[in-house]
């Protein structure tokens, strides 16, 4: 696939072709037949034929092919053209690139070329954003390399070829992230929280950030992501006046004694910038429109950093400019806030009287409640007023929780709290190969990502030892700890150095108090089925 092909790619073999069809005018297809299989031999499938086509037929699946002043690079995602995800790929003479998305072969689509997060990125690397045939931004979107005038108008020289290709793997794994999180964010849209569970090491955290990104629409280095996405870890010593409120000391100033103030939690303070016009509203109801929420802009944004009245007050603007006045929560930019380790904490401490707060039918001004300290509240941490003061989770905000129910120093996620969030488990078999593929890309290391099939069956024989005794597959090792192996060099001795720093340590803790002769028994038998 296209992953293996970027950690492959050989831009010497493109060049040679380029310069050899210079001087000829036209490809003598059967001459560089083996020049094509070099490329493509990643990511075509054992039973496709490379075969010469005719300007714009349809190619087989998975396949490479050089026409009339193109090179056409086919990529399917799937077992067959039916149903895959299709990606068609066009260098043109002229120096232009076209991208064209397809799913199961015919319907565009629709949700990943509408997809803001799909649309920022590309418009970030090329020239004029995603376009239809008739210069409509739409379903089918056709991308343009910013064009260059390159000598006899041929093809890119590889090195231009391969800035190219490295930027559209970016947005190729952007591409397919947002396709495969599209499940999950409408789970989420339902039901406002999310928890991802799993075995260590299976990529929760990194699965979080991803499903913010989608519910955004910007990427983790963009400025409006930072801004819209909050992340905190849970541990044992967080409780309710770290997370919403409560009493702190307060800095002494011009010779006072101090004392203790009231001070807003990391999740209030989040509710309070992501829910300003809601609680506009919420004070004012008749202050439903542009005017009217403007005017009160101020006093919303009272104790916030002056970046989110500027964020807000842009987003106004731009929906005054549109001739959008609908503030509806439906229309409200989302908000997303992380909470990694969620059952690390007590957690019927941290969140108090939120857990009323978290159920989906009461999210927004209508799950309004008074908190532990409202009677306390100034103007710089009230939620709505501080002489009346009500919170309620804003109506465009979402959580999303990772936990590992396998750790032996937790507190319990009790069923009342459970019940409120959805869930998704990752499964250590079903990520293996991907997420090993993303560490190989993000590491720029060829020689391990050639070898991913043979790590990754190494990972499937120990994973199978661990949950055929007393273990489950909850004890199952995830990819980032294979992972690591990049970091031991490129050569074989990897292997033991991953297994003596880090997979054997994690498998002893596992089965430590079971027992010696079963302790070792399980390490031996998964020594064994690791290195076999």
């Not at 794994?173 to 964010?185: D, P």
């Not at 001070?263 to 910038?273: A, L, S, V």
């Not at 507190?411 to 998704?424: K, P």
Request: hydrophobic fraction near 35%.
């Amino acid at each position: 696939m296209w992953d293996n092909f970027i950690l492959n790619f050989n831009p010497t073999v493109l060049d040679v072709i380029r310069r050899d069809s210079q001087k000829s005018g036209y490809l003598n297809f059967e001459q560089y037949r083996h020049e094509l299989k070099i490329i493509g031999q990643y990511i075509k499938d054992d039973n496709t034929s490379l075969c010469r086509h005719n300007f714009r037929l349809n190619s087989h699946p998975n396949t490479i092919f050089w026409e009339e002043g193109c090179l056409r690079l086919y990529f399917y995602q799937g077992n067959t053209i039916q149903d895959s995800l299709q990606i068609n790929i066009e260098f043109w003479e002229s120096g232009n690139l076209n991208v064209f998305l397809y799913e199961q072969n015919s319907r565009i689509l629709d949700d990943i070329s509408n997809s803001n997060i799909v649309c920022n990125e590309a418009n970030k690397l090329y020239d004029n954003g995603f376009t239809d045939h008739n210069g409509v931004r739409n379903n089918l979107f056709q991308v343009k390399w910013i064009g260059k005038v390159y000598q006899n108008s041929s093809f890119p020289m590889y090195s231009d070829l391969k800035t190219v290709i490295n930027s559209l793997t970016d947005l190729y794994k952007i591409i397919l992230r947002c396709h495969n999180m599209k499940k999950l964010q409408d789970i989420i849209q339902h039901n406002y929280q999310l928890i991802f569970t799993g075995a260590p090491g299976t990529g929760k955290s990194f699965s979080a950030n991803e499903l913010a990104e989608n519910l955004t629409g910007y990427t983790q280095d963009n400025a409006i992501f930072k801004n819209r996405v909050e992340f905190v870890q849970f541990h044992p010593s967080y409780d309710y006046t770290d997370f919403m409120e409560g009493l702190k000391p307060k800095k002494p100033k011009n010779g006072d004694v101090g004392g203790f103030e009231l001070r807003n939690g990391i999740f209030k303070e989040f509710c309070r910038k992501a829910g300003v016009i809601e609680r506009i509203i919420y004070q004012n109801p008749a202050a439903s429109n542009y005017t009217a929420i403007l005017k009160d802009l101020d006093n919303a944004c009272k104790g916030l950093s002056s970046n989110v009245k500027s964020f807000w007050q842009g987003w106004l603007n731009e929906k005054a400019t549109q001739q959008q006045h609908d503030y509806s929560p439906n229309h409200l930019p989302i908000f997303v806030f992380i909470i990694d380790e969620i059952n690390r904490a007590e957690l019927s401490k941290v969140f108090g009287e939120l857990m009323y707060c978290l159920e989906p039918e009461y999210r927004g001004a209508k799950g309004a409640v008074k908190t532990q300290y409202s009677y306390m509240n100034t103007e710089e941490t009230a939620f709505t007023r501080y002489d009346d003061d009500r919170f309620f989770i804003p109506s465009n905000l979402y959580i999303i929780g990772t936990m590992n129910d396998i750790d032996r120093s937790v507190e319990v996620f009790d069923f009342a709290l459970r019940r409120r969030f959805a869930w998704h488990e990752i499964k250590v078999k079903e990520v293996m190969r991907d997420v090993l593929t993303s560490i190989f890309i993000a590491k720029k290391n060829p020689y391990w990502g050639s070898k991913i099939d043979k790590l990754a069956t190494k990972a499937d024989n120990l994973n199978s030892v661990i949950s055929s005794g007393p273990l489950n597959e909850h004890y199952h090792i995830g990819p980032s700890y294979f992972g690591k192996i990049v970091n031991y060099g490129n050569n074989d001795d990897a292997y033991q150095k991953l297994w003596n720093n880090h997979l054997r340590l994690l498998i002893y803790e596992y089965v430590r108090g079971m027992g010696s002769e079963l302790e070792d028994k399980i390490l031996t038998e998964s020594k064994e089925a690791f290195f076999a």
